[in-house]
């Protein structure tokens, strides 16, 4: 113990944070959503992308740690919660606790949607102000003063777990008298706020289910469309993002005026993006706020043979990303109406590298 608080006075002293900045998790990949809109003609070219936007909270910012699903997983719960229980667009649940339910029993960053939404229904939330998003990514106890406090008396897995989370994985199943031998006395009230959310939020709005997976493109725009928002979880092509490891890997000039309008297009077969980010990108997730059949965005691709060519995409979705305001989407706008931290992304993108997610109407 000596040593532990040796320690942290002296990053407290150097200030030693993880500073590298990571858009991005693991790319876990999934099966993809029957494309069954050439048969389907009930659907309208565009949704109500305007009104959409008005059933969501804030955009945030994952920051520097691989948690793009937590976001999208609290934010689709929180949508509904707007949607159909007139909560305000204030309401702001943790997803610090979120990272922590799936941490608990993994050793490496990244998440899939059902998994989420599992940990939801069976464990509950809190809310924000109860647990804060903490953006630091926790490689080694060195890395944060509050590493070394909450996972420096662990080791092996305990230790990885406890990194990831931010916390002591034991805690989740332990009695409160064995918890406050710990001296985590802040746990027990977390882990009682969220039982009691799991009554009055969870209960009731999100059904248990094998899958929470969409099957069809179909039902992609028709939630939509219906004012139901989706998620959406892919395949990072860093050059049709224009993402800063668009340079780092040497794929192409990057087009820094798409990347803060948030135009996100398509990696071409036979371009460099579709071969180097097909081996290097990770993965990310989104939340779908509408679509639009109609609506073209072009861009320049870098071939493999040393030319550049031009592509126009017809047929867009529209989304909220968890990566702040200030960077990629900071420029975005829709009919002259500004949304910082949103964005358009081609169609033709989603259907062949996403695969989508809802929670079903109960």
């Known amino acids: 113990m000596k040593f532990i608080s040796i320690l942290i006075l002296l990053l407290s002293l150097t200030n030693l944070n993880a500073g590298e900045v990571a858009y991005e998790s693991p790319y876990i990949e999934d099966s993809k ?3 069954d809109l050439h048969s389907v003609k009930s659907l309208l070219s565009s949704s109500n992308t305007h009104s959409l936007i008005k059933l969501q909270t804030s955009v945030k910012s994952q920051k520097s740690r691989g948690t793009c699903t937590m976001f999208t997983s609290i934010g689709l719960l929180e949508h ?31 998440s899939s949607t059902s998994r989420n939404l599992k940990a939801i229904f069976n464990y509950g939330v809190v809310y924000e102000a109860t647990l804060p998003y903490i953006g630091e990514r926790w490689r080694a106890l060195v890395d944060s003063p509050l590493a070394v406090k909450r996972c420096g008396e662990f080791s092996g897995m305990r230790l990885e777990s406890c990194l990831l989370g931010h916390r002591d994985p034991y805690l989740l199943s332990m009695s409160d008298e064995e918890i406050l031998e710990t001296g985590d006395l802040n746990f027990i ?46 395949k990072l092509y860093y050059g049709s993002w224009n993402h800063s490891k668009t340079d780092k890997l040497s794929i192409q000039k990057r087009d820094k005026r798409k990347w803060y309008e948030g135009i996100v297009t398509y990696p071409e077969m036979g371009s460099v993006d579709r071969r180097i980010s097909g081996k290097e990108g990770g993965g990310h997730s989104l939340i779908l706020v509408g679509y639009d059949d109609e609506r073209v965005i072009t861009s320049k691709m870098l071939m493999e043979d040393g ?15 968890s990566w702040g305001v200030r960077g990629s989407g900071r420029d975005f706008s829709l009919d002259g109406v500004s949304y910082p931290g949103y964005g358009m992304i081609s169609q033709k993108y989603l259907h062949e590298f996403g695969s989508f997610y809802t929670i079903p109407k109960n």
Request: glycine share 6%; no cysteine.
């Open 33 to 35: 959503a029957l494309d």
């Open 80 to 110: 509904l919660l707007i949607r159909e229980r007139g909560y305000d667009k204030e309401l702001d649940l943790s997803e610090e606790w979120l990272e922590y339910l799936i941490m608990t029993s993994k050793t490496s960053e990244g």
């Open 189 to 234: 009230e977390i882990r009682n706020e969220s039982r009691l959310l799991k009554d009055e939020i969870v209960e009731g709005i999100l059904p248990l289910k094998k899958s929470y997976k969409i099957r069809k493109l179909s039902e992609v725009k028709r939630d939509l469309k219906e004012g139901r928002s989706v998620i959406v979880g892919m």
């Open 307 to 321: 030319t550049w060519k031009e592509f126009s995409y017809k047929g867009v979705y529209y989304f909220k990303n």
